[in-house]
């Protein structure tokens, strides 16, 4: 059994039925499948892959290369088409996720990039909770009439498989950002296969340590490298990664087009920084992931809490409060050790109330605090959250 670590981390009790078979399996003993070598575990290949050939004098590192252009007749001639310093980060990535990954400036180009994947005016049936810039690009394009969006709770099957009636993309996230639910996304993968839609699956609050939406049948899986890949909150950057498969090759290829004639494309340095960030993220989750499943746990009973969400995995917790928005505000001017900020997956412990944002739908509790919780000791981070929640 390999990444034994993990069948702790993820409290199985807390993931829905139908859902704990492929939990156990994402995170026990079934990481077969590795571009370069099929024996190693991911902690191994996360430590291990993107580095230069070993040979004398060599750096251990991957070139940070900062050349706008190659001399001529090599493989890649001018740098929007290909830099050695992405080669070593996609090839990183591409093994954890079990696929082959192009990186690009942001998660929201690699959003964009994925959505153009939709013919013009073409269905795609999304979440009625998802990320934020996804939900306002999506409105966007409902609006100009160059897509139509089919919003559905994604655990209603019977919804998703109607609205997937002539759909050409179904969007998947999972957990959603920032209510917490999670799909089935295998079965959502079967039914957009069965409709001739392709999926594609933001996964960037589980990251393929927990779930790898490949081995589930999603065409397209989506990061926001600024998260848990890169970890410290210095980075933008974002990745699509497509299976090593005819159909997944050809769909790599459009993707990679529209990098090159879009020009949406990660600088040399961010994208250093996220592979030295890809190195420890093994250990940067599951600390987060523990520190969360404590304080989730310990949310639970706390007199200044109403409502924990916390789906079993991962280190994303949305709390509600007494007082609503503002009882919700005061919390987060509260706080002293958790930073008050938006985004997540740093290893900093970062909290915000989500609907201050107003793109935020109104389905969000007024109240809704999302903890991205860090890597610091969990019982200082207790104390700074509890003085808060009592604070007002
Ligand atoms: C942050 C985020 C994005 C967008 O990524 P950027 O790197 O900020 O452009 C997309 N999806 C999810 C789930 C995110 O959290």
Known sequence: MRWAGWSVVIAAERIPAGLRAAAATHGGATYAVDVTDETLAPATRAVALGRQTRSPGAGVNAPLELSSTYIADGPVNYARAGNPTWTAFEEALGSLEGGEALVFASGMAAVSAALSLLPPGGVVVVPHHSYNGTTSLLDELAESGAAVVRRVDPTDHAAVRAALAGAAVLWVESPTNPMLEVSDIAALAAMAREAGATTVCDNTFATPLVQRPLEDGVDVVLHSVTKYLAGHSD????????????????????????????????????????????????????????????????????????RVRYPGFGAIVTIEVPGGADGAEQVAASVRLWMHATSLGGVESQLERRRRHASEPATVPESLLRLSVGIEDVEDLWRDLDQALRER
């Open 235 to 306: 980075v933008i950057l974002g990745a699509l990664v497509t299976p090593p498969t005819q159909a997944g090759r050809a769909t790599r290829e459009r993707l990679s087009r529209h990098r090159l004639l879009h020009g949406a494309i990660a600088g040399p340095f961010e994208t250093w920084l996220a592979l030295r960030g890809v190195r420890t993220m093994h250990l940067r989750v599951e600390r987060a992931t523990a520190n969360a499943t404590e304080l989730a746990a310990r949310l639970e009973t706390h007199p200044g809490v109403l």
